[in-house]
């Protein structure tokens, strides 16, 4: 059964800076294309950014520029550079194309 755990969430003033991380158990992932989500509250759950087994990354464009995903082993990381207010959500990593149970994300606040 795989299980995903996301973690580095926080609260940051907007222009602030946060490092998500997923770690997988139960496969290993590094053969999946693999992918950083967000929702807000009353929202469906977005793709903000993923990358392919080779390392190809793909942004949705309100991140473009200020998020990075990256990948090592069973880690997928989102560094998350110039937060923004609306930036605010639960992010959960999971694949792209595999029905893995989701996470239970990490919340991330960006607030002055």
């Known amino acids: 059964q795989v299980q995903l755990v996301e973690s580095g969430g926080g609260l940051v003033q907007p222009g602030g800076s946060l490092r998500l991380s997923c770690v997988a158990s139960?496969?290993?992932?590094?053969?999946?294309?693999m992918g950083w989500y967000r929702q807000l509250p009353g929202k469906q759950r977005e793709l903000v950014a993923h990358i392919s087994p080779g390392g190809t990354t793909a942004y949705v464009d309100s991140v473009k520029g200020r998020f990075t995903i990256s990948r090592d082993k069973n880690m997928v990381y989102l560094q998350m550079n110039g937060l923004k207010r609306e930036d605010t959500a639960v992010y959960y990593c999971?694949?792209?194309?595999?029905?893995?149970?989701w996470g239970q994300g990490t919340q991330v606040s960006v607030s002055s």
């Open positions: 139960g496969i290993d992932f590094s053969g999946y294309d």
């Open positions: 999971n694949a792209l194309f595999a029905s893995w149970a």
